[in-house]
């Protein structure tokens, strides 16, 4: 196997309990669907494992040994994501069941007590479905009207369109996500934000492709709004973060109403609990949040750099082999300075998901379809596109099998 | 096993699709998407005496998809539109060859004879409609 940069691959792997499995008969697992979920590590599943095994127990009320056990462990991972992405106080860590779940909380939340009739809610084309339809709902209800940022033919945002969307003065609230799930674009949001912000503006980052692939500071980039899922990052799925900047959280009223989310309930009335508790209604996935601290961990031992500099690599590889098949059209940047370990492409007139059947066959598993991208599929004009997505556990041999694969599916359609 | 699925003749009803286009005097026109992939078909009926007189699919997606609604458009044709409450998941499956499709493939394949069977039911709720809650009761499920 050869050297991937500074990371050991090899060693790496092993920690992949699935990554030694067998598909489509004999063939070795090739996973090239990142962007979708990530696969989890021993130390993952064992935290979960751990937890139900040893110290299964509702957390926060219950004064018994195995509660403190249970709270201790999953207010540590509150502490983790902190710094992981550095937000000021764990007061800014939110608990939800995925990425949407968290831009829906903002939606619902802070949308409903700040957007009023005849507001405008910039968001842009490149959108994930869960960073729209949160936004055309609240639209519909509150009278205020969704715009969009469009997307040149490289893949990068028209940046010019937000100064003149901004300069209108209506624009309440800018969406957008920090790296594209298609195109694998790589979006410049220190100067979305430093825009707005000029405005007075808040602005959401929809973090879902990019923290768990670089390093992200939301000091730095002074965001106000960040979601993104554990499952992208080697954590278990269940398990969604949203970081607010704390002076917006204390003004936000509650999203989900009853139990923990409370101080004191009577009959007509409740106080609410403190920060960030006061979002968190319900038990929450206790098991998941617990795992997802071991992958933090995880992570945090290779180093986020690591990880970036790894993916470029696979994705230099990947997009040098992949111009060299005839029939392909690439879609997103060209360099990697801008662009995450995306990779979305059609071949000749194979449509994705007869291509995504043929590279089953040969073990490779890759994602076909829309991306729950639908407003950018139309921009590119197309129905759907294949896309390759790595993680750290990918090498350049596994490209060359996907490669191997694209020739198949050119036999096979005669093209 | 993408060797079985891809033969000559599905290529071939994907590349060059027979009765796809529009219908000017359809008496029934039904869409509908199949919201995994993506893929569209249209599909576009004149009933005369009860029997399907010329039927036309407009659509966009994978090779199973588009080739199916092609096979599809040819075993109807000139068939009473009642006939279309018998057929079968395995009746497309058999027409078009392809037994061994996994549960997400098999949502391709079956498709156009979903909107088919809509457009045998919205066709009659215009004119009859007890006839087409019954025709709709009756109807082999997917």
């Not at chain 1, 992981?84 to 909380?105: D, G, H, K, M, V």
């Not at chain 1, 139309?378 to 191997?404: H, P």
Request: aromatic content about 6%.
């Amino acid at each position: 196997m050869q050297k991937h940069g500074s990371l050991n691959v090899e060693k790496i792997r092993e920690d992949f309990p699935i990554l030694g499995r067998k598909v489509s008969g004999a063939k070795p697992l090739v996973y090239l669907d990142n962007a979708a979920t990530t696969q989890k590590p021993l130390s993952v599943i064992n935290a979960i494992r751990d937890y139900y095994m040893n110290y299964n127990s509702n957390i926060h009320r219950a004064v018994h040994q195995l509660a403190e056990e249970a709270t201790l462990a999953f207010e540590t991972t509150r502490e983790k994501v902190a710094k992981f992405i550095n937000a000021r106080s764990t007061e800014e860590i939110i608990f939800t069941r995925n990425a949407t779940e968290a831009i829906n909380l903002v939606a619902y939340s802070w949308g409903r007590a700040n957007v009023q009739k005849d507001d405008r809610i910039l968001i842009t084309e490149i959108e994930h479905h869960s960073n729209i339809v949160p936004w055309q709902i609240l639209s519909g209800e509150k009278g205020a009207k969704l715009e969009y940022i469009g997307v040149d033919d490289n893949g990068y945002l028209k940046m010019e369109e937000y100064r003149k969307h901004l300069d209108t003065n209506k624009v309440r609230l800018v969406s957008v996500s920090h790296m594209s799930n298609v195109l694998g674009t790589i979006v410049p949001v220190n100067d979305i934000i430093r825009m707005s912000h000029e405005k007075g503006i808040p602005v959401l980052v929809d973090g879902a492709q990019s923290v768990p692939h670089m390093k992200v500071d939301v000091q730095d980039m002074d965001c106000d709004f960040m979601a993104f899922s554990a499952h992208k990052m080697l954590g278990p799925t269940g398990v969604g973060i949203l970081y607010v900047k704390k002076e917006i959280l204390e003004k936000m009223p509650p999203f989900i109403g009853g139990g923990d989310m409370i101080k004191e309930v009577h009959k007509y009335e409740t106080r609410y609990n403190d920060l960030p508790f006061k979002f968190e209604g319900g038990t929450p996935n206790i098991a998941d949040v617990i795992g997802f601290s071991a992958a933090i961990d995880y992570l945090e031992n290779i180093g986020m750099d690591k990880v970036r500099e790894h993916e470029i690599e696979l994705t230099k590889h990947a997009i040098q082999k992949i111009s060299g098949v005839e029939g392909v059209t690439l879609y997103g940047p060209r360099s990697t300075d801008d662009r995450g370990g995306v990779v979305s492409f059609n071949i000749g007139d194979i449509h994705p998901h007869d291509l995504a059947t043929i590279m089953n066959d040969h073990g490779v598993a890759i994602r076909s379809g829309h991306h729950c991208a639908q407003v950018l599929m139309e921009r590119l004009d197309v129905a759907a596109t294949s896309r390759a997505s790595f993680y750290i556990y990918n090498t350049k041999e596994e490209i060359d099998t996907f490669i191997g694969a694209l020739h198949e599916a050119r036999r096979l359609f005669k093209i | 096993m993408s060797d079985d699925i891809y033969r000559e003749i599905i290529l071939d009803h994907y590349r060059n699709p027979r009765n796809k286009g529009k219908l000017p005097e359809a008496d029934v026109s039904i869409h509908d998407s199949n919201p995994l992939c993506g893929d569209e078909i249209d599909i576009h009926l004149k009933v005369d005496g009860g029997e399907i007189k010329d039927i036309k699919f407009e659509g966009r997606g994978c090779a199973i998809s588009q080739a199916s609604a092609s096979m599809l458009t040819e075993m109807v044709m000139g068939k009473p539109l009642t006939s279309v409450k018998d057929l079968s998941k395995d009746d497309i499956l058999g027409n078009i060859g392809l037994t061994s499709l996994g549960p997400a493939r098999i949502k391709c394949a079956l498709l156009s004879l979903k909107v088919l069977k809509l457009g045998m039911v919205r066709y009659y709720a215009d004119r009859d409609p007890d006839s087409a809650k019954k025709l709709q009761d009756e109807s082999k499920g997917l």
